[in-house]
């Protein structure tokens, strides 16, 4: 949120931003330094080539003939192909280019005329992104200043001005308030960046060979970009310098000098800080162009993902390129254009906090905030996409299907369903789409309270009821018509052990976690003859010195934590316990005040997370004990809790009808969405992330489950 | 937690089954939600599902388009506990039709063209062409407010609603027995579509089951 960009500590002292060639051996980390230079001879092309090359050495050696012609001949081969690569991806890019200018050029004309009803005059002031933009003509610049100058005074006219200063206060202030997180914070933020990061780290060696040479594309995308804007930027953002120029121009809006003025006297501490920014959002859009580029060239799986994952409307041309091209190449063009309507958009925006938040420091490009703001609010705003309707009563507990777009979910009416989102009905009104449950699955005699998800390709899922059974499902396959006949093979192995009411499960490793209103948490392995595995009860002395909560010391919840080799298990009076699953002991017991209603581990990281009735959300270091966080989530009891599968983002729904979005490196609300509502005192009951897919879902007491995009 | 002061009905993870929704009635004209009649309907049932009259009691001032969409939502929720139940006993092979008496055959209406499914599919069909009426979003879009043209449509859902209570009470005794004891549905639902005039009276072919339901105190477990 905050600091958009992935490399914010790292890079200090690029005030030419993006030029991702030119940052070699600048600072300490960066990955993206050693990469350009390791990659170039593992690109695709280049390990084609290679494998010509290799094979034709292989003829070489067998038929032992010839052997320097054919060498050379080899070598010509592999560096001409290797030039028609180069050439013709370059051709591609510089098209790509083009289209987007064009595009955003058009779009520009477009929202100027809308919103001032004046012909924007942009002609050919933005010169082709492969050359350095050359200084714009005087002429143009006449006429600039005269279209600016009308504009000016439609914007006096209307007090647009003073908006804008109010917008800009408010930045500053938001800004005053966050410098501190900013500096500390990890870089990724965006939804974007975990892929990013993702790549970044798990691929980092081995399948650099594609990406490397995509890399270098990618580096003269961004240079140009990173010129033009980071020169601007070095010279307080005011410089007549290539498209920067274009901005400078808007000087209705030198009334921002004062904020400008202020804004310096804050940052004065940290210019660097505000420097390498730059540096690195520019770096950063380096990286998208490369993200983009490897989704267009790398297998379809990843293209398809990201390219549904960042649905980035408005460029005519490709849908996914369109967005992180426009990204680097609009950095300037969008930067200079869109300073125009900077303040009007700036007002538009929904400025939430989190959008607030992200917001740079800087007095750089105002434009360059606008334009990233753009790409975070496409990014970054969940909207509602789905609806959920046929359970009879509230929705107790709802999970995605581990690969498709598929969940299910569990309700207090005594059944499961299992919904498609690819098979929606249309709904009446524009707003969602409405989904038919593909199958119910009914065999719990009473309500449901919690459900658990197989691991891919079990086809599988559990569920454990308020009747005491754990219930194992096959899932029907996705294209199961809802009024197919009935198959008995749908229901699987029953699991009877609890003697009252099972609360929580958590699936992992072809194990099942259940923990029970009869005091003990479970573990299954559900398909096996004996499928009791273990059960944790808390019999430690210590815990029955707290005589009166150990009486009813329930579990409320229970999750994996370390891999699957330890279980979190909360319990009602607050205390949450820590059992090696091999001895069944307890390793670790912490407890605090009040009653914890959920707990999940973090993906990678030694991290539980626990959700409180007293509203709050806590963070406990799952090696030492020590609460490394706590903080005041929501208005009202917090029910849910998800966290997305990279371990970036946190999910929480709570009584007071509301999804929260969490950046967990910064613990700050990301986005806040209000989604269900009240059935007695239940709302929301649960809320999901889906592990592979873009989509959120919150369960409530209203019966509904809905699912954001 | 803010409990004692306030009642919070709320069920808490790690709460005990019998204590799930046991909390204090809350008067109906006090439940501000939407779904108060929802929730009046349920507590009135959860105190004693056998007073017919106290539950099908509508308050006063209260949509009786409402009222009657939000028990027949009632109904069919509470028909997946006989569903669940038949679907161990009710097998294609021996149930291959829907009947209840002789004298007809009902056909599943879920389908395009109406078909002769057997007696545990049209359950299941029945419920989930119900489930997704009721729940409609073009028919039902409010909880509050129903259209007049809407609850027309209650009509046919009672009628094939009904004809699993038929079917189980015809076929599959023991267990329409025992879930009777339990729920009393068949006779709520009886009661009600009578009081309402849903149905047809010659349509119900179920003998009057026994006890009319004399007005008993409540014996269930009656709320602190």
Redesign the interface.
């Known amino acids: 949120m905050k600091i958009p960009t992935a490399m914010d500590d790292s890079s200090v002292s690029h005030h030419n931003g993006g030029q991702v060639g030119s940052q070699i051996g600048v600072n300490v980390n960066n990955k993206q330094n050693d990469e350009p230079s390791q990659s170039v001879q593992y690109s695709i092309p280049g390990i084609l080539h290679f494998i010509q090359h290799e094979w034709a050495r292989f003829e070489l050696e067998r038929s032992q003939w010839e052997v320097d012609r054919a060498e050379f001949e080899a070598r010509i081969a592999f560096l001409q192909g290797e030039r028609k690569g180069q050439e013709n991806l370059k051709n591609d890019l510089v098209r790509r280019i083009k289209m987007l200018e064009y595009a955003l050029k058009q779009e520009r004309a477009k929202l100027h005329k809308l919103k001032y009803g004046v012909e924007l005059q942009q002609g050919d002031m933005r010169p082709p992104p492969e050359e350095l933009p050359p200084e714009p003509e005087p002429a143009e610049r006449a006429q600039w200043k005269q279209g600016q100058q009308l504009i000016k005074q439609y914007l006096q006219e209307i007090g647009y001005t003073d908006t804008i200063l109010d917008v800009r206060s408010n930045r500053v202030r938001t800004l005053l308030g966050l410098n501190n997180e900013e500096q500390g914070e990890d870089p990724n933020y965006r939804n974007y960046d975990k892929q990013q990061r993702d790549r970044y780290e798990i691929c980092s060696s081995h399948a650099m060979n594609s990406m490397g040479r995509k890399y270098d594309y990618g580096g003269k995308e961004p240079r140009k970009s990173g010129v033009s804007t980071g020169g601007g930027y070095n010279e307080e953002g005011l410089s007549v310098q290539e498209t920067a120029a274009v901005f400078a121009n808007f000087e209705f809006l030198a009334n921002q000098e004062m904020d400008m003025d202020e804004i310096d006297d804050l940052d004065a501490k940290q210019p660097h800080h505000a420097a390498s920014k730059q540096g690195e959002e520019v770096d950063h859009e380096a990286e998208e162009v490369l993200n983009e580029l490897n989704s267009l060239t790398e297998s379809e799986a990843d293209g398809g993902g990201q390219g549904d994952e960042y649905p980035v409307g408005k460029f005519a041309g490709g849908p996914g390129v369109a967005a992180a091209g426009a990204g680097v190449v609009g950095a300037g063009v969008v930067g200079a254009g869109g300073a125009g309507g900077a303040g009007g958009e700036a007002d538009e925006e929904p400025l939430a906090l989190g959008e607030l938040a992200q917001l740079t420091v800087s007095n750089e490009p105002e434009a360059y905030d606008v334009a990233s703001a753009n790409k975070e609010s496409f990014r970054k705003t969940w909207n509602s996409k789905y609806?959920l309707?046929?359970?009879?009563?509230g929705v107790r507990a709802i999970a995605f299907h581990p690969t498709e777009a598929a969940l299910v979910t569990a309700s207090e009416?005594?059944?499961l369903k299992l919904w498609n989102l690819q098979r929606t009905v249309p709904?009446?009104k524009s707003a969602g789409l409405?989904v038919?449950?593909l199958y119910?699955f009914?065999?719990?005699?009473?309500?449901v309270?919690c459900l658990a998800m197989g691991a891919p390709r079990s086809e599988e899922c559990f569920s454990g009821g308020?009747?005491?059974t754990i219930r194992v499902w096959n899932l029907p396959p996705p294209t199961a018509d809802?009024?197919d006949?009935?198959d008995?093979a749908v229901q699987g192995p029953v699991l009877r052990e609890h003697t009252?009411?099972v609360?929580?499960l958590s699936a992992a490793h072809g194990r099942l976690l259940s923990?029970s209103?009869d005091g003990t948490a479970r573990l299954w392995a559900p398909r096996a003859a004996r499928p009791l595995l273990a059960t944790l009860r808390d019999d430690a002395p210590a815990h029955a010195a707290h005589a009166a909560h150990a009486a009813h010391a329930?579990?409320?919840?229970a999750d994996f934590a370390d891999a699957g080799a330890r279980a979190a298990v909360v319990?009602?009076d607050g205390t949450l316990l820590l059992y090696d699953l091999e001895t069944t002991q307890v390793v670790m017991r912490v407890s605090c005040d009040?009653?914890m209603?959920?707990v999940r581990s973090h993906p990678t990281l030694p991290l539980l997370v626990t959700a409180h009735?007293?509203r709050h959300i806590r963070f406990w270091d799952g090696v030492s004990g020590r609460c490394a966080h706590a903080m005041v989530a929501h208005l009202d009891?917090v029910?849910g809790l998800a966290l997305d599968p990279n371990g970036l983002f946190l999910l929480s729904g709570s009584?007071d009808c509301s999804v929260r979005l969490w950046n967990l490196d910064t613990k700050t609300c990301v986005q806040e969405i209000t989604a269900h509502?009240?059935?007695?005192?239940?709302s929301i009951l649960d809320v999901a992330f889906h592990p592979l897919r873009p989509y959120i879902a919150s369960a409530g007491a209203?019966?509904l489950a809905k699912v954001f995009v | 937690?803010a409990d004692g002061v306030q009642i919070?009905?709320?069920?808490?993870?790690?709460?005990?089954?019998k204590d799930?929704c046991r909390?204090p009635d809350?008067p109906f004209e006090e439940m501000d939600?939407?779904?108060a009649v929802?929730?009046f309907i349920q507590q009135t049932i959860r105190r004693d599902p056998a007073n017919l009259e106290a539950i099908l009691k509508m308050p006063e001032a209260q949509d009786e388009g409402v009222w009657k969409y939000e028990h027949l939502?009632?109904f069919?929720?509470e028909l997946?506990?006989l569903?669940?139940r038949l679907?161990s006993e009710c097998k294609?092979e021996t149930c291959t039709q829907m009947t209840a008496t002789d004298q007809w055959i009902f056909l599943?209406a879920?389908?395009k063209t109406p078909k002769e499914?057997?007696a545990?599919?049209y359950t299941?069909?029945t419920?989930?062409?119900a489930?997704?009426l009721?729940?409609?979003?073009?028919y039902f879009?409010s909880r509050v407010s129903i259209k007049e043209s809407s609850v027309a449509k209650l009509g046919s859902v009672c009628r094939r609603v009904y004809r699993i209570f038929s079917h189980a009470y015809f076929h599959h005794r023991s267990i329409f027995d025992a879930f009777e004891k339990e729920t009393h549905l068949c006779k709520r639902f009886t009661y009600f579509v009578t009081k309402y005039s849903i149905i047809a009276k010659e349509i119900l072919i179920l003998p009057k089951l026994d006890d009319e339901t004399p007005i008993t105190p409540p014996v269930g477990e009656s709320e602190a």
């Open positions: 609806t309707r046929s359970h009879f009563d009416d005594h059944t709904a009446k409405d038919e449950p119910t009914r065999a719990h005699t009473a309500p309270l308020l009747d005491g809802p009024y006949p009935y008995p009252d009411a609360w929580s923990s209103a329930a579990p409320a919840a319990y009602r009040s009653p209603t959920r009735e007293d009891a029910t009584h509502r009240k059935k007695f005192d239940e209203d019966g | 937690m919070l009905r709320r069920n808490r993870p790690g709460f005990k089954a799930f909390w809350e939600s939407t779904l929802q929730q939502r009632q069919c929720m997946n506990g569903a669940v679907q294609p599943c879920a389908h499914c057997p545990i599919d299941r069909h419920l989930d062409g489930a997704c009721l729940n409609s979003n073009k879009p």
